[in-house]
């Protein structure tokens, strides 16, 4: 399978100007080279997983930044604001698809597994498991960690633990069950 790079980099040069806030931009390319990787080993259309994947922040930039901490991380999280970003995400992807050679039907698809990207718990495709455990798959890299950590204030030690646990619920795939744990083991120095 290949990857036309230079399409997806378009798209992502169009998503750029919603990706400034909550590390955003670097959220998206981490979680963007965990969904080829999933991609390469389990199928799916890279059609639809590589341009949900780039878009399926975008409506961040849609909630208040002060809201931002109160809508996601391991604690109790306000479902309405997280809501908001699903939504409106949704249509700025739709507008900004529209912009691109995207198919029609690959842009319902598309809109649809962002606007339920963190607030189902269900993926009723292959390419909307591939997203969701992508998306998933940043916090446990190093440079996820190191930003979740802060910004959640959480001691890194029990953070790490805390996601040692999650592995087993949070995943669809097998094979992203397997790059967490071996994600983590990168992290040698927790207390750091
Ligand atoms: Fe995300």
Redesign the pocket.
């Known amino acids: 399978m290949s990857y036309d790079d230079d399409k997806w980099n378009e798209l992502f040069e169009l998503a750029k100007p919603y990706l400034t806030v909550r590390h955003?931009q670097v959220?998206?390319e981490i979680?963007y080279n965990f969904a080829q990787q999933l991609l390469e080993k389990l199928g799916g259309d890279p059609e639809i997983v590589m341009p949900a994947i780039i878009l399926?922040?975008v409506g961040w930039s849609a909630v208040p930044t002060e809201q931002h901490l109160l809508a996601f991380g391991p604690r109790k999280i306000d479902e309405n604001i997280r809501r908001i970003h699903e939504v409106e995400g949704a249509k700025i992807a739709a507008r900004l698809l529209k912009q691109t050679s995207v198919k029609e039907e690959n842009r319902l698809e598309i809109c649809r597994i962002i606007e339920s990207?963190?607030s189902s718990e269900k993926a009723i495709s292959l390419e909307e498991k591939i997203v969701k455990d992508a998306?998933k798959l940043?916090r446990f890299s190093p440079e996820g960690f190191s930003i979740d950590a802060e910004r959640f204030a959480i001691e890194r030690v029990e953070y790490r633990k805390m996601l040692q646990q999650f592995i087993k619920h949070w995943f669809f795939t097998d094979l992203a069950k397997e790059i967490a744990a071996k994600e983590l083991q990168k992290i040698k120095n927790p207390q750091l």
Do not use: A, I, L, P
């Open positions: 955003n959220h998206t979680c399926h922040d990207h963190d998306d940043f």
